[in-house]
C-alpha cells in the first residue's frame, strides 16, 4: 500500500527498526522477537487497563516498530469489512477496558461462565484492532494474563491457531463470541471439565444420544419454537452448568457427566438450537413436533425442542444442509463497513435522544441532530419540517457511524438540503 505511511514506499513490507525490506525476512525476525518478547510477559503483569493493553504491545514488539504499543492512524480492513475506524479506536477500547473492571477483571467466576465472558472480550477487542499489526498476538498474552489472575490458567502455545482465526472471522462478522470461548477454553490448563460438543452434519451441535422423549407430541412452528429457545435458553445454560458441577461433585458415572458435558456445550454452542431453527427456516422447515409441557424446567424445555429440531436436520441431505450453513454465515456488510460500527448505527437509530446523549459514543452523533432541528427551528419552518429534518439528519448520521466518517456541521447542512421544500401557503389549491 504505497499511501500507507506505515510502510515502506511501493511494498506492503513494514517500516521496521531493523531496516528489514524483505517481507518474508520481517516476518521470521518478527515471530522470533515478539517469542522472547513474549516469554518475558508472561512473568510480568499488566494493569487490565487500555493503558496497561497497549503497554503489552509495546512491550512485545519494541523491538521492531517504533510505533509499538500506539494506536494506528490508519483504517485497515479485512475479507471487505472493516475495523473500527480511526475516531473510535481509543473510545471503544476505554468502554471495553471499562467494562471489564466493572466486573472485576472476571474474577471468581465458574470456568464456564470465565471463558464465557473473556471469548466476548477478545471478541470486542478484535473487533476494534487498536494496532496496524500484532493484534492477535497481544490479545493472546492479554487473554492469558487475565485466565492467570482468575484461576483458569491457559496456555498461549495450546490455543489452536486455525480454530482461532476461523472464531475471529466467525465472531467480527456476526458478533457470535462463543467460538473465540470454545478456542480459550480448549487452550485451558485444566481441561477435564471443559464440555465438549456431539458435532452432526455441517458442523453443527447435537444433543447426547438419548431415547426417544415420552409423552404426547406437539406439532410447534419454528417461530414458536424460536420464541421458546430464546425465552429459556440464557436459564437452560445456567441449569446446565449447574447440573454439571453437581454430577462431578457426586462422582456421577463418567458416561452421566460425559452426556452432561455435551448438553452444556449444546446449549451454548454458536451452532446450537437457535441456530437450528433459522437453519431449517432457510430450509423451508415450516414446524416441527416436539414433547412440551408446562410443567418443564428451562433445561428440559430446550432439550425437548433441539431433539426435534435435531430429528429435521438429520433428516435434510447433506449437500443442502451445507448449501444453507454457506448462505447463512456469508457476511451481509457492504464493503468498508464494520460489524461495530453497524451495531453502533443501529444503537443510535433505536435509542431516544436523552439515551444517545448519555452515551459518550454517541452524544456528538445526536448533538448534530439537535443543532439542525435547532436550525431549523429558529428559522420558522413548521414543526413537520422540523421533523422531517430530524429523520433525515438522524439517517445520515447513522450512515457516517457505520462508513466510520466524520462527524461534523456538514451532515447537518445536507439534510436540511435533501429536506422537501415547504409548501408556498399563498399558492392557488
Do not use: C
Amino acid at each position: 500500500m504505497a499511501s500507507d505511511p506505515y510502510t515502506y514506499p511501493g511494498t506492503e513490507t513494514l517500516r521496521n527498526r531493523l531496516g528489514l525490506t524483505d517481507e518474508k525476512t520481517l516476518i521470521e525476525a518478527e515471530r522470533r522477537l515478539t517469542q522472547a518478547r513474549g516469554a518475558e510477559a508472561a512473568r510480568l503483569t499488566f494493569p487490565a487497563t487500555t493503558d496497561g493493553y497497549r503497554a503489552l504491545h509495546k512491550h512485545l514488539f519494541q523491538d521492531l516498530y517504533d510505533w509499538a504499543g500506539q494506536d494506528r492512524t490508519v483504517n485497515i480492513a479485512k475479507g471487505g469489512s472493516s475495523f473500527a475506524a480511526v475516531p473510535y479506536v481509543a473510545r471503544e477500547l476505554d468502554k471495553r477496558f471499562a467494562d471489564m473492571g466493572a466486573q472485576s477483571g472476571f474474577r471468581g467466576l465458574p470456568r464456564d461462565e470465565f471463558f464465557d465472558r473473556l471469548g466476548d472480550h477478545i471478541n470486542e477487542i478484535n473487533a476494534i484492532h487498536p494496532f496496524r499489526e500484532g493484534n492477535g498476538r497481544t490479545m493472546r498474552h492479554h487473554a492469558a494474563q487475565l485466565a492467570r489472575e482468575a484461576g483458569h490458567p491457559i496456555r498461549i502455545a495450546a490455543i489452536d491457531k486455525d480454530k482461532w482465526m476461523e472464531a475471529s472471522r466467525h465472531g467480527f462478522l456476526t458478533g457470535d463470541h462463543r467460538g473465540m470461548a470454545a478456542v480459550l477454553s480448549a487452550a485451558a490448563v485444566k481441561r477435564d471439565l471443559a464440555p465438549e460438543a456431539r458435532i452432526g452434519p455441517a458442523g453443527i451441535a447435537m444433543l447426547p444420544n438419548r431415547a426417544p422423549p415420552e409423552g404426547q407430541r406437539y406439532r410447534v412452528t419454528l417461530a414458536k419454537a424460536r420464541e421458546e429457545l430464546e425465552r429459556y435458553l440464557p436459564a437452560a445454560r445456567q441449569q446446565a452448568a449447574e447440573r454439571l458441577r453437581e454430577l462431578i461433585g457426586e462422582s456421577a458415572p463418567s458416561t452421566a457427566i460425559a452426556n452432561a458435558r455435551t448438553e452444556l456445550a449444546y446449549v451454548r454452542h454458536a451452532k446450537g438450537p437457535i441456530y437450528q431453527s433459522h437453519l431449517l427456516t432457510y430450509l423451508g422447515v415450516r414446524q416441527v413436533d416436539a414433547v412440551v409441557t408446562a410443567q418443564q424446567t428451562p433445561l428440559e424445555r430446550v432439550r425437548e425442542i433441539g431433539a426435534a429440531l435435531g430429528v429435521q436436520i438429520n433428516g435434510q441431505q447433506s449437500a443442502q444442509l451445507q448449501r444453507a450453513v454457506r448462505a447463512l454465515e456469508r457476511p451481509i456488510l457492504p464493503p468498508g463497513h464494520s460489524p461495530g460500527q453497524e451495531r453502533l448505527a443501529e444503537l443510535f437509530i433505536k435509542n431516544t435522544p436523552e439515551k444517545n446523549h448519555a452515551d459518550p459514543r454517541l452524544s456528538p452523533a445526536q448533538a448534530i441532530v439537535d443543532a439542525a432541528m435547532k436550525t431549523a427551528a429558529d428559522r420558522g419552518e413548521s414543526a413537520r419540517m422540523v421533523a422531517t429534518i430530524r429523520e433525515s439528519t438522524r439517517q445520515l448520521v447513522a450512515d457516517r457511524i457505520k462508513a466510520g466518517g466524520s462527524l461534523d456541521g456538514e451532515i447537518g447542512r445536507a439534510a436540511q438540503v435533501q429536506a422537501p421544500a415547504p409548501r408556498d401557503k399563498d399558492r392557488s389549491r
